[in-house]
């Protein structure tokens, strides 16, 4: 390709990442845990994206996108993916509790399972690399460069989810802290997901 299909690419891949939704949720939720957590959960998303890029570009993402049995059991398993979260977030302990009551922090590997899940399980993934991305792709590229596609696609989409840790974390470091306030923050991002699961489920009855 030439570097202005590269450029637009690239940008229509950070408008992507940027635009706000579950995922973003899920990485500040993450975030809130730990500067680990967080740059877990953002490059287990970003993997996510690139493996739907790379399907995008050797055409197999269109399997997904137009088979409606298949299409719809992602849509579900979005939905059921968002209950769980945000249950999760929203049952969470409201104030200070103790010891033997208290939460257990967010492991990395909870922090990578949530990021890589909601990426692979969000319909709108699919929908976006099969309607925007698919139009960079062409039967005569080579592997190199599909690849290297997916690699952009990742990349972009972890950097943006790392500065939204770098964000969170650096908060925290300056003294920033919400206090009582952030387990409520919490329970409103549990609400919003349950919220976004249930549109999403009503959607599809």
């Known amino acids: 390709m030439e570097w ?3 450029l637009s690419l690239a940008g229509i891949c950070a408008l992507g990442a940027m635009s706000p939704g579950p995922s973003l949720l899920i990485v500040l939720r993450n975030a809130a845990a730990g500067p680990l957590q ?4 953002a490059l287990s998303h970003g993997i996510a994206i690139g493996l739907y890029a790379l399907l995008t570009a050797l055409g197999l993402a269109l399997v997904v996108t137009q088979t409606p049995a298949l299409f719809q059991g ?7 993916l968002l209950v769980y979260i945000g249950w999760q977030a929203l049952t969470s302990p409201a104030g200070p509790a103790p ?5 257990k922090p967010q492991s990395p590997l909870a922090a990578a399972s949530q990021g890589f899940s909601i990426a692979l399980f969000n319909p709108k993934v699919a929908l976006f690399f099969g ?3 698919s139009q960079f792709v062409h039967e005569d590229q080579s592997l190199a460069v599909k690849l290297a ?4 696609a990742a990349s972009i ?8 840790t770098f964000a969170v974390t ?3 470091k300056r003294g920033i802290n919400l206090g009582p306030w952030g387990q409520w923050l919490q329970k409103l991002f549990g609400a919003i997901l349950l919220a976004l699961a249930a549109r999403l489920a009503w959607s599809l009855l």
């Open 149 to 152: 596609m997916a690699g952009v």
């Open 74 to 80: 992602l849509q579900w398993a979005g939905a059921l």
């Open 157 to 164: 989409d972890t950097l943006w989810y790392l500065l939204v």
């Open 38 to 41: 967080g740059s877990i959960c």
């Open 131 to 133: 309607a925007l991305f």
């Open 170 to 172: 650096t908060g925290h």
């Open 4 to 6: 202005l299909s590269w």
């Open 99 to 103: 010891a033997s009551q208290a939460a």
